[in-house]
């Protein structure tokens, strides 16, 4: 668990990194609008509410982006141990000689196996399809429970 809430605060941290960055430039657009539009009471909060938002959409992409080298991680980590383990237990048939250190085979495959892999959790928006969501409900679950823990 802490491994995921270092991952977890590197992530709100970049986005926080981001929301400042773009802070400036959306406050010199946004607030003269703002402060047409809102009564005299709150212009006050102007600042604030600007950087709220700016965080909050900032933080949002990082997670997003972080989503996505997850799911190019666990796809290179997948396809390369699929195609290893495969191609090891044919070799032990007899059915193909393969020898890892002498051979891309396992490479060519694997990396084939996680861009299919990556290409599908991305199609998929990255969450589990109908068949499956019901059968790996109770995994999903315990990921929202690990979601929890570490965000507290």
Known sequence: LVVLKVEFAKTIALGVAIGN????????????????TMPKDYHKWIPTIIAYICKSIAISIAWYVQRIISAFHSAIRGGLMCSRGVLA???????????????????????SL???????????????????????LPFSMVETYIVWVISD
């Open 89 to 111: 237990e044919l070799n032990k048939r007899g059915i193909i000689e393969f020898n890892e250190d002498e051979s891309y085979l396992d490479e060519i495959v694997g990396w």
């Open 114 to 136: 996680a861009a299919m892999g990556f290409y599908f959790q991305f199609s998929q928006n990255f969450s589990v399809p109908f068949p499956l969501n019901f059968l790996l």
């Open 21 to 36: 960055f773009i802070n400036k430039p959306l406050t010199t657009v946004a607030q003269p609008v703002l402060v047409h």
